[in-house]
Nanobody, 124 residues
Framework: QLHLVESGGGSVQAGGSLRISCTASGHCSFDFAMAWFRQTLGNKREGVAGISSSGPTYADSVKGRFTVSKDRANTLYLEMNRMTPGDTAMYYC????????????????????WGQGTQVTVSS
């Protein structure tokens, strides 16, 4: 298991931008798969973006607006642009230290390690 800590959440106006981060610590190699999920009250956790040795992947709802990246210190980022109130959610970081690729990356059950989440609120 990895210890994941998200940061950078907050409030932003519609059309604005925000970057959130997730720092991974624990016994892990340099390169492993990570992903961002989000969840609103009463709804299922949904995959937003994933990154692995195959590159980044995105949910259709964020393609062209969000960019996921990861640095050599195993910090995961999500750059969010042209945000809408529909992006309001608790954002969670997920990781699997034993896999470089997670084919079903959008499925929460595929990920063994989770952060506590960071709240993102977009006002109209």
């Amino acid at each position: 298991q990895l210890h994941l800590v998200e940061s950078g959440g907050g409030s932003v106006q519609a059309g604005g931008s925000l970057r959130i981060s997730c720092t991974a610590s624990g016994h892990c190699s340099f390169d492993f798969a990570m992903a961002w999920f989000r969840q609103t009250l009463g709804n299922k956790r949904e995959g937003v973006a994933g990154i692995s040795s195959s590159g980044p992947t995105y949910a259709d709802s964020v393609k062209g607006r969000f960019t996921v990246s990861k640095d050599r210190a195993n910090t995961l980022y999500l750059e969010m642009n042209r945000m809408t109130p529909g992006d309001t959610a608790m954002y969670y970081c997920a990781a699997d230290k034993d896999r470089w690729v997670v084919p079903l990356w959008f499925s929460p059950g595929e990920w063994p390690s989770w952060g506590q989440g960071t709240q993102v609120t977009v006002s109209s």
